[in-house]
C-alpha cells in the first residue's frame, strides 16, 4: 500500500485542532499546553506502527482522546492521558518518562489503562474476567481509568472491519457482557447504546442490518408524529412562558432486539420505538416545580398511564440520572413515553459522569456516582476467589431497576430491585448486616429473607451471637452482601480447618499414619474431596469420624491406589465409548478456522439441532460442548473463556434427528389438543415423544418435545402451530 505522508501528517493535525475544538469543557492556555505535549508525545512514539487497516496508529488514540473530550465531556487530564493511553504498553517510554513529563496524575491514569492491558496468562481462570476485576481495582486509583478505558473500547468496536470474524464475535460478546454495563452504571448511555449496537452489528448482523433498515423507513413517519405532538401541546407551554424544546429519541436497535427476543415478536410488535423528550431551561430552585407542570400540560391532552410512571427527580438512579418518564395515549391512539427533564438533567444524562462532577461542583451533597463508587470500593475490600464469580456477583445489580425504602431515623436508601432485608442491613453496614437476625417492616417482625418493596420503613434486630450461614447467599442479590457473607464463611472455615488439621494429625497417629504432603494427597483422593482445607474442614466439623478415618488406615497400601487407577481408567474409557456412541446418532460439525471433524457432545441447556448457529466450547472434563449462537449462557462463554471457544459449521443433517421442546400458549378451546398432534405427526410427519398441556381460566400453556431432521423443519413447524386458532405464542425452549 502506496502511503501519502504529507497527506497523512496533514490529516492528523486537522485531528489535532477538532480535538480542541470539540472540547465539552472549557480549555484555558495552560490546558492546551498539556494537551499539545501529550500529543507530539504520542506522535512521537506511535511514529513507527500502524493499525491493521493499515491507517498510521497515531489516529487511534486521537480517535480515543476525542471520545473522551466530547462524548464523554472529560477534562485536559484525560484527555491527555487518553492520547497517552498505549504508550507505556506499545512504545519505548516509560511510565518515569510519562510521570517526569506530565506529573503524578496522568502518570497513574495511563498505569491504570497499563495495568489492565497486561493480562495473567493463567489457563484456571477467564482472562476477561481477571481484566474486568484489574479494571475495577484501578478505581481506586481513579475512576477516569475506567472511562478512558471504556472510550478505547468504543474506538475499538468502530473500527473492527480490518478483524477476522471470529476476533469480531470476541470482541463483541466482552463488550456485551463487561464494557457496556459498566457504562450503563456509570450513567453513560449514549456510549452505552452505541456499544450494545455495534455488538449486536458482529455477534448478530443479519438482525441487525433487519432492524436498522426498518428504523431508517419509519423515519419520516418518525418525524410526522413528533410534529403532531408538539402542535397538541406547544399552545399550553407557550402559554406557560416556557422555554423548550421537543425532540424524538429512537429506541436502540440493540433494545428493539432485545424486546423481539424476550416477546417472541416481530419488528412491528414493538410499539414503544422510540421516545419524545421534553427539556426545558430552569433555575435549579425551579426544576422540580416546572417538570410537574409540564407532565400536567401534557396528561391534559393525552391520557397517562398510571403503571408507567416513573419519578426520578424526586429520587434519582445512584449513577445521577435525572428524569421524568410517562407514558400516554398519544395522537392516532398509539402509546408513547414522554421524557421530561430539565438541561442540567439532560446534558447529566448525554454526558454522564463529567457532567454531574462539572454541576456538582461548589456543592456539599454527596452524588449518586459517588455513592456507587462507594459500593464498589466495599465491594473490592474482598479480592479473593475465582475471577469469574467476581464478575457475576458484581454485575447481578448492575442492570437493576431500583427501590427506595427508609431507615428507621427517615434516611433513605436505594437498593437494586429484588432486595432482601439482609441486602439491606449489609447496605448499613458490614458489622450489621453479619449479626442480623431479623427485622421490622413498618413495624410488624419479618425474617431475614424478606423481599423488600419501595416506601417501607426497615429496622435491622441484631445480635452478638448471629453469624452468617451459607443459605444466607440464596437471599441476598447485591454485591456488597455476597462479598461480606462469602468473606465471613471462608473465616469461619479457615477457623474450623486449622483444628480439624490439628485434630486429624493426633487421630492419625493414633492409627500409627504420620501427617505429611503424601499422606493429605492420599486422603484428598480417597474421601473426593477438592482440596486439603476441605478435607481439614470435614475433620472439624465431623463429618469425617474416626470410623472413615479408620477405613481409610486399612486400605492405606499400594493395592487401594492401583483399585482407584484402574477404576478411574475403566470411567475414562467408558466417558469416550459413551461418547462416540453418542456422536455417531448426530450430525457432523467442522470446527475452527481449519474446519476439522472432531468429537463433540450437545449442550443441554440450549439443545442445538442441524441447521442452528453453534460454536464449540472446550470443556475441563468433557472435550468439546456445542452451544446455540443464542444459548443463555453465550455471552458468558465467549466473553469470559474466549480462549476456550471454537467456531463450529454444520456439514449435513439430511440423515439425523434432533430433539428440540416448543412451548406453547393462547386460548383454550375443545379439540386444540388434537388439532395440535394432527398437525406435527399427520401433515409434517414429526415425531412427538413427550407432550403436556395446563389450562387455567381459559387459558392455556404447554409443552411439547420432538424429534427433527433440522431447523428448517422445525421452523415450519412452528409456523403451522400459529395457524391453528387459539395458539398465541409458540417459542423454542
Not at 519505548?92 to 513529563?101: Q, S
Not at 481495582?137 to 475512576?143: K, R, V
Not at 420503613?457 to 441476598?476: F, G, M, Q, R
Not at 479408620?550 to 459413551?578: C, G, H, L, Q, V
Request: hydrophobic share 35%; aromatic share 10%.
Amino acid at each position: 500500500m502506496i502511503i501519502d505522508e504529507q497527506l497523512e501528517n496533514k490529516e492528523i493535525a486537522k485531528q489535532y485542532k477538532e480535538l480542541l475544538r470539540i472540547s465539552y469543557l472549557q480549555l484555558n492556555e495552560e490546558d492546551k499546553k498539556l494537551i499539545r505535549l501529550a500529543f507530539d508525545t504520542a506522535v512521537d512514539a506511535h511514529k513507527e506502527q500502524r493499525r491493521k487497516s493499515g491507517e498510521a496508529y497515531i489516529f487511534h488514540p486521537i480517535a480515543v482522546a476525542k471520545i473522551v473530550a466530547s462524548e464523554i465531556g472529560l477534562d485536559a487530564t484525560s484527555i491527555a492521558a487518553a492520547l497517552l493511553h498505549d504508550t507505556v504498553e506499545d512504545t519505548e517510554y516509560t511510565l518515569n518518562d510519562i510521570e517526569r513529563l506530565f506529573g503524578n496524575t496522568v502518570a497513574k491514569i495511563v498505569h491504570g489503562l497499563t495495568k489492565i492491558s497486561h493480562l495473567k496468562k493463567d489457563t484456571d481462570i477467564s482472562l476477561q474476567a481477571e481484566n474486568f476485576r484489574k479494571m475495577l481495582l484501578t478505581l481506586n486509583d481513579d475512576i477516569r481509568v475506567i472511562i478512558i478505558k471504556i472510550a478505547d473500547r468504543l474506538h475499538n468496536m468502530q473500527t473492527m472491519d480490518a478483524m477476522p470474524e471470529y476476533k469480531q464475535v470476541k470482541i463483541a460478546s466482552e463488550t456485551l457482557y463487561i464494557y457496556a454495563p459498566i457504562a450503563h452504571r456509570i450513567g453513560m448511555y449514549n456510549i452505552k447504546t452505541e456499544l450494545e449496537d455495534l455488538s449486536l452489528k458482529y455477534t448478530e448482523p443479519l438482525r441487525f442490518d433487519a432492524i436498522k433498515n426498518k428504523i431508517e423507513e419509519s423515519q419520516e413517519e418518525q418525524q410526522k408524529y413528533i410534529k403532531d405532538f408538539s402542535t397538541f401541546i406547544e399552545k399550553s407551554l407557550n402559554g406557560e412562558r416556557l422555554k423548550y424544546f421537543i425532540k424524538g429519541r429512537n429506541k436502540s436497535i440493540f433494545s428493539i432486539h432485545k424486546k423481539m427476543q424476550k416477546q417472541n415478536i416481530p419488528y412491528e410488535g414493538v410499539f414503544d420505538k422510540f421516545a419524545i423528550r421534553v427539556v426545558y431551561k430552569s433555575t435549579p430552585k425551579n426544576e422540580k416545580f416546572l417538570a410537574w407542570k409540564i407532565y400536567s400540560i401534557i396528561t391534559d391532552h393525552f391520557t397517562p398511564n398510571p403503571t408507567r410512571l416513573r419519578d426520578w427527580i424526586s429520587s434519582p438512579k445512584s449513577n445521577g440520572y435525572e428524569s421524568l418518564h410517562i407514558t400516554v395515549m398519544g395522537p392516532n391512539n398509539k402509546w408513547v413515553e414522554v421524557q421530561i427533564r430539565s438541561e442540567r438533567m439532560h446534558e447529566i444524562a448525554e454526558k454522564g459522569y463529567a457532567a454531574h462532577f462539572r454541576y456538582k461542583q461548589g456543592e456539599q451533597k454527596e452524588s449518586g456516582i459517588d455513592v456507587w463508587l462507594n459500593r464498589i470500593q466495599e465491594v473490592l475490600e474482598n479480592k479473593e476467589g475465582n475471577a469469574v464469580d467476581f464478575v457475576e456477583d458484581f454485575k447481578l445489580n448492575l442492570y437493576s431497576e431500583e427501590i427506595f425504602v427508609f431507615t428507621p431515623q427517615g434516611e433513605l436508601k436505594s437498593l437494586p430491585n429484588g432486595s432482601s432485608v439482609l441486602d439491606f442491613a449489609f447496605s448499613i453496614h458490614t458489622e450489621v448486616g453479619a449479626k442480623a437476625r431479623g427485622a421490622r417492616i413498618n413495624g410488624k417482625l419479618v425474617p431475614l429473607s424478606r423481599t423488600l418493596k419501595s416506601g417501607e420503613n426497615v429496622e435491622i434486630i441484631t445480635s452478638e451471637n448471629s453469624k452468617p450461614t451459607a443459605n444466607w447467599l440464596d437471599h441476598v442479590i447485591t454485591s456488597r452482601a455476597r462479598a461480606s457473607i462469602k468473606t465471613a464463611l471462608n473465616e469461619e472455615k479457615r477457623r474450623i480447618s486449622e483444628d480439624g488439621k490439628e485434630l486429624l494429625r493426633r487421630k492419625l497417629k493414633q492409627l500409627k499414619i504420620t501427617l505429611n504432603d503424601k499422606t493429605i494427597r492420599r486422603l484428598v483422593l480417597y474421601f473426593k474431596v477438592n482440596t486439603s482445607l476441605d478435607l481439614f474442614y470435614r475433620v472439624g466439623i465431623g463429618t469425617l469420624d474416626n470410623k472413615k478415618l479408620k477405613e481409610f488406615a486399612a486400605s492405606y497400601n499400594n493395592t487401594f491406589f492401583n483399585f482407584i487407577k484402574k477404576r478411574m481408567t475403566a470411567t475414562a474409557r467408558k466417558n469416550i465409548r459413551d461418547r462416540d456412541e453418542f456422536t455417531s446418532k448426530y450430525d457432523k460439525l467442522f470446527f475452527g478456522k481449519d474446519k476439522e471433524e472432531l468429537p463433540y457432545s450437545l449442550s443441554k441447556c440450549c439443545n442445538p439441532i442441524a441447521g442452528d448457529k453453534v460454536f464449540g466450547f472446550l470443556t475441563i472434563n468433557e472435550g468439546i460442548k456445542v452451544h446455540r449462537n443464542d444459548c443463555p449462557n453465550s455471552l458468558s462463554l465467549q466473553s469470559n473463556f474466549a480462549y476456550r471457544v471454537l467456531p463450529a459449521w454444520w456439514v449435513d443433517s439430511s440423515e439425523q434427528q434432533f430433539s428440540a421442546k416448543l412451548k406453547l400458549s393462547g386460548i383454550d378451546q375443545i379439540g386444540l389438543v388434537n388439532q395440535v398432534t394432527r398437525v406435527i405427526s399427520n401433515n409434517m410427519n414429526v415425531d412427538i415423544f413427550k407432550i403436556n398441556f395446563d389450562t387455567d381460566d381459559g387459558l392455556f400453556s404447554g409443552g411439547i418435545s420432538v424429534r427433527v431432521k433440522n431447523k428448517a423443519t422445525l421452523e415450519k413447524l412452528v409456523n403451522n402451530l400459529l395457524k391453528i386458532n387459539g395458539i398465541e405464542k409458540v417459542t423454542r425452549d
